[in-house]
């Protein structure tokens, strides 16, 4: 099984940084391609990034060139945030996408408890 939490989040002004981390809980010879979600003030969950074993990366438009997404020994993935706006005002989430190993490793699909991260200008 895999149990996800996330830590970084906090209050900010517009322009600044904050780096989130997502502590993955699970047996060593687990692996996951992992991303994030966002969920503002009344708005839907959205994808945020995406990093695959691999290292490849993607990003949703709007956060191209300011966030960067990236992963420590397959245990921990980080979310280095840059040129923060108040748009980026949310609940930041981690989630397992493909999961990777030669017994069980919980479901692709899991997700944190989420941190909450606000941008004001």
């Known amino acids: 099984q895999v149990r996800l939490r996330e830590s970084g989040g906090g209050s900010v002004q517009a322009g600044g940084s904050l780096r989130l981390s997502c502590a993955i809980s699970t047996y060593e010879y687990c692996k996951y391609d992992m991303s994030w979600y966002r969920q503002g003030p009344g708005k839907e969950r959205e994808f945020v990034s995406r990093?695959?074993?691999?290292?490849?990366t993607t990003y949703t438009d709007s956060v191209k060139g300011r966030f960067t997404i990236s992963q420590d020994n397959a245990k921990s993935t980080f979310l280095q945030m840059n040129s923060l706006k108040p748009e980026d005002t949310a609940m930041y989430y981690c989630k397992t996408e493909n999961v990777y190993g030669p017994y069980y490793c919980g479901e692709a699909g899991t997700w944190g408890q989420g941190t909450q991260v606000t941008v004001s200008s």
């Open positions: 990093i695959g074993l691999d290292g490849t």
